[in-house]
C-alpha cells in the first residue's frame, strides 16, 4: 500500500520560513515525478512545484507565484520529497499536498496539473501571518 505522509507545516509570520516533508512508503518513486500542490479555502488546488525525471535527468519547476521563494528537493535514498519555503507571504497560506506519478515520462508541462498524479498525501496545513 502506498502512502505519502507530509509533516513541517505550520504557523508563521510574514518573512518566514518552512520546510515541507513527504515521506513515501509503499513503493519507490526515482524514476517517477513528485511534485508539491497546495490549496486554499474556497479555491482550487494549484500547482506549487515538481521533480520531473526526464531520460537524461531531472528537472524541477515552479508556479510563477514561488519562484525564487520555494526550493523543491528530494532524496531518493530515503524516498522523500522537500519543499524549503523562505519568504512567506500571507497568500502562501493553504494545505499543501505532497503528490506522486506513476507514469512514464510526457512532456514538461502535464506534470503541472493534479490529474497527472496517481498518489497523495493527506495534506498539511501552512498558516502564514500578516
Known amino acids: 500500500q502506498v502512502q505519502l505522509v507530509e509533516s513541517g507545516g505550520g504557523l508563521v509570520q510574514t518573512g518566514g520560513s518552512l520546510r515541507l516533508s513527504c515521506a513515501a512508503s509503499?513503493?519507490?518513486?526515482?524514476?517517477?515525478?513528485m511534485g508539491w500542490f497546495r490549496q486554499a479555502p474556497g479555491k482550487e488546488r494549484e500547482f506549487v512545484s515538481t521533480?520531473?525525471?526526464?531520460?537524461?535527468?531531472?528537472?524541477?519547476s515552479y508556479a510563477d507565484s514561488v519562484k525564487g521563494r520555494f526550493t523543491i528537493s528530494r532524496d531518493n535514498a530515503q524516498n522523500a520529497l522537500y519543499l524549503q519555503m523562505d519568504s512567506l507571504k500571507p497568500e502562501d497560506t493553504a494545505v499543501y499536498y505532497c503528490?506522486?506519478?506513476?507514469?512514464?515520462?510526457?512532456?514538461?508541462?502535464?506534470?503541472?496539473?493534479?490529474?497527472?498524479?496517481?498518489?497523495w498525501g493527506q495534506g498539511t496545513q501552512v498558516t502564514v501571518s500578516s
Open positions: 521533480v520531473i525525471i526526464r531520460r537524461n535527468g531531472s528537472k524541477t
Open positions: 503528490a506522486a506519478s506513476d507514469r512514464p515520462y510526457n512532456v514538461d508541462s502535464y506534470y503541472y496539473t493534479a490529474r497527472t498524479y496517481d498518489y
Open positions: 509503499g513503493r519507490t518513486f526515482s524514476n517517477k515525478a
